[in-house]
């Protein structure tokens, strides 16, 4: 038997801290390889952390609740046999030193082809470094501005962020006043009322902190079009009885919207991008993030890989089991990671269109709304005609610093055209 520091493990390549919500074996207690140890929510999901070998739990350096980051020594474990040890802590070391390298080394190089700094105002740089620290953990340039600087120059250390964080971020909502103006922004009191206090959770706090750095990171633009999904309707409602009794899987829209999205980003590749400074990543794949409701009403986007690559079977498969998975709480870090473009569909909730916040770092994002029976005016050869139709608006909100009108307007049109343009003699 030998003593073992057991850490916080990395559950996703965004993810730096978790919150540990209970454990499920107490200090004293033994247990088997397998056994799950403690669970730890992040902001993506819930995970069950199972013990790396069989031993006795012989400290909890934390308790529920609080908020560790990833790597930290969560316990001091006795574990049997020199392979657990290699699990518990060996591993962990060797990852920690890997991604240290791997993400170090980088930004060296980005150095060398671009200034180490970039200003962000009149006082405040920001090294590739910090800016790294901030994405991930949301804080806008703006918030990073309010920030002392013991640096040179007043210069933003990695220590200053740190340390800022530990502090919990109090200048995270403070309103900056202009030191030379006639105008002085009121220290306004409003009356908030009184009612029954709902303390938020850390996923709606997370949810929360994900929306205001997304507005204050992207200069938002939203653009609209409708689609005629008569032909597309009613095909899936003649199909979905024979499609579900063939591959056991319900044909809901969704992956009929993702096919349609995946065919347009194919044709304008623009939109499936991300800014890094002032480098544009293009993505080399296609993976669809889904905003979907949880049961405790917060919302997550669990992402659709290599949406391009799927047959409507694949579509439909894979849409289904996340959307199960979602309301099951079963969702993995795996399957809320990588998206590059999201889709929301706001028309299940009975709304007519919506203009969603953009889900960073991407560039875009598309809301759908209900489908509903118009009478449309309908130009054929013989003459104009009034048809009751299938419409649904579609609206794009997009980075007006990557995605200029032109560019947002042809993969909107090209998304309706898609719709519209459906093979009523397809088969599955």
């Keep these: ?77 006795e574990l049997s046999g020199e392979k657990g040890a290699s699990k518990a802590s060996g591993k962990t070391s060797e990852k920690k030193v890997s991604k240290t390298e791997t993400s170090e080394k980088p930004k060296a190089q980005k150095q060398v082809s671009r200034p180490a700094s970039f200003k962000v105002n009149e006082n405040v740089f920001i090294s590739p470094l910090v800016d790294a620290i901030a994405r991930k953990n949301h804080i ?6 309010r920030i ?14 740190m340390n800022y964080l530990e502090n919990g971020r109090p200048f995270q909502f403070a309103q900056s006043v202009p030191e030379v103006s006639g105008f002085q922004i009121p220290d306004l009191k409003f009356d908030k009322g009184k009612g029954k206090i709902v303390e938020m959770d850390r996923m709606r706090q997370m949810i929360a902190d994900h929306m205001v750095f997304s507005k204050h990171t992207s200069p938002h633009v939203t653009a609209y079009v409708e689609a005629d999904l008569t032909e597309m309707a009613n095909w899936r409602n003649n199909n979905k009885v024979a499609f579900q009794k063939k591959y056991k ?17 194919t044709d304008f590749p623009m939109i499936n991008s991300t800014l890094d400074g002032t480098n544009i990543i293009v993505k080399d794949v296609i993976n669809i993030g889904m905003a979907t409701a949880l049961p405790s009403g917060n919302l997550i986007v669990p992402v659709v890989k290599s949406a391009d690559k799927k047959d409507l079977k694949e579509l439909a498969e894979t849409t289904n089991e996340l959307v199960v998975k979602a309301r099951d709480n079963k969702l993995k870090g795996d399957d809320t990671q990588g998206s590059t473009f999201t889709i929301s569909n706001v028309g299940t909730f009975g709304s007519l269109m919506g203009t969603p916040i953009i889900n960073q770092p991407e560039a875009a994002i598309l809301a759908t709304g209900i489908i509903k029976k118009r009478a449309e005016v309908i ?50």
Excluded at 36 to 51: G, H, M, R, S
């Design 1 to 77: 038997m030998s003593k073992t520091e057991f850490k916080m493990p990395k559950m996703g390549e965004s993810i730096t801290e978790g919150t540990i919500l209970n454990w499920l074996v107490n200090e004293g207690d033994s247990f088997e390889e397998g056994d799950i140890l403690l669970e730890v929510a992040t902001d993506k999901v819930d995970n069950e952390v199972p013990a790396p070998a069989s031993g006795k739990m012989l400290e909890q350096k934390f308790k529920a609740k609080d908020v560790v980051p990833v790597g930290k020594v969560i316990a001091i474990l």
């Design 140 to 145: 806008s340039y703006e918030e990073l501005a």
């Design 148 to 161: 002392p600087g013991t640096g040179k120059e007043g210069r933003l250390r990695k220590s200053d962020v």
């Design 249 to 265: 899987e319900k044909l809901t829209f969704t992956p009929l919207f993702i096919e349609c999205v995946a065919k347009a980003i």
């Design 379 to 428: 130009e054929r050869e013989e003459g104009d005609t009034i048809e009751i139709r299938q419409m649904m608006y579609l609206s794009l909100s997009f980075d007006h610093r990557i995605v200029d009108g032109y560019l947002a307007g042809s993969f909107l049109r090209k998304i309706a055209d898609y719709m519209e343009q459906f093979d009523v003699e397809r088969t599955f």
